[in-house]
């Protein structure tokens, strides 16, 4: 029964994000690390990657074929943030301690998908700039088993420094290779993948998200939907810290 929950559940997520540009990590994470599943942190984090890279992929490759992703603009971002999602996912916390480190992300994550992007031209942006924020937001993405878009991508908005455009396909790109660092850093560190939970979680996902990606925005209101995610990720960070602190 459980397993059925969370397969209907990673497909809706799947398909919500991927219409607005994002892999659903947050969403993933906080749906399994409710007490109710009573999974822990080994099982967590990777199947949460994993989850994440399935969805981000196909947006990534959309962006590249279309010409959005530019090397010049995404190294610097890139450049610290892989090196320190590896050193975040090989970095082992003690159970408690991760679920109070997830619950108070998510809290912040609920913040920055509150937020309403500007539509502002955009600033001139320092590289120094780019590469301590990159490098931030890998680690904790790491640190959480995140891609780190639901940070970047409000951030970037706020600040000014890009496009809409241009951001979404930084943040797909962001998430993918973050994704693929954090598990390569738990992979290194012995990271056990339950793999008759990972697989039907991956099978959700993947349809979830090819759908979404198909639907697009354009369907959905963007803002509604990241306001509603943003409750609900409210308030499963109250209920996983209710637990453990």
């Known amino acids: 029964m459980e397993l059925y929950i969370l397969f209907i559940s990673f497909f809706l997520v799947a398909l919500i994000y991927s ?29 949460a990657l994993l989850c994440n890279i ?8 959309v962006y590249y074929k279309e010409g959005k992703v530019k090397v010049g603009e995404i190294w610097p971002f890139i450049v610290a943030s892989v090196p320190m999602a590896f050193i975040g996912g090989y970095w ?5 301690t991760f679920f109070i480190l997830l619950g108070f992300t998510l809290l912040i994550a609920a913040f920055f998908l509150w937020l309403k992007p500007k ?18 937001i890998g680690m904790l993405s790491g640190l ?9 991508s409000p951030i970037l908005h706020l600040l000014n420094w890009f ?7 930084l943040a797909s790109v962001f998430i993918l290779v973050n994704s693929l660092g954090g598990l390569i850093g738990q992979a290194t560190s012995g990271a056990h993948f339950n793999w008759p939970l990972i697989l039907p979680l991956l099978m ?27 409750l609900l990720i409210f308030f499963a960070a109250i209920n996983i810290l209710k637990d453990h602190l």
């Open 119 to 136: 539509s502002e031209a955009p600033q001139t942006n320092p590289v120094s700039g780019q590469v301590l924020l990159g490098g931030g």
């Open 204 to 230: 959700a996902v993947l349809l979830g998200g090819q759908l979404g990606s198909r639907l697009g925005a354009k369907r959905f209101n963007a803002v509604y939907i990241r306001r509603i995610t943003a």
């Open 144 to 152: 959480v088993s995140i891609g780190g878009g639901i940070f970047l």
């Open 19 to 47: 219409s607005v540009g994002f892999g659903g990590g947050s969403s993933y994470l906080a749906l399994m690390a409710q007490p109710f599943f009573g999974l822990m942190p080994d099982t967590i984090r990777p199947a």
């Open 163 to 169: 496009d809409a455009k241009k951001i979404s396909a």
């Open 92 to 96: 082992k916390l003690k159970d408690d």
């Open 54 to 61: 399935v969805v981000v992929t196909g947006g990534t490759y």
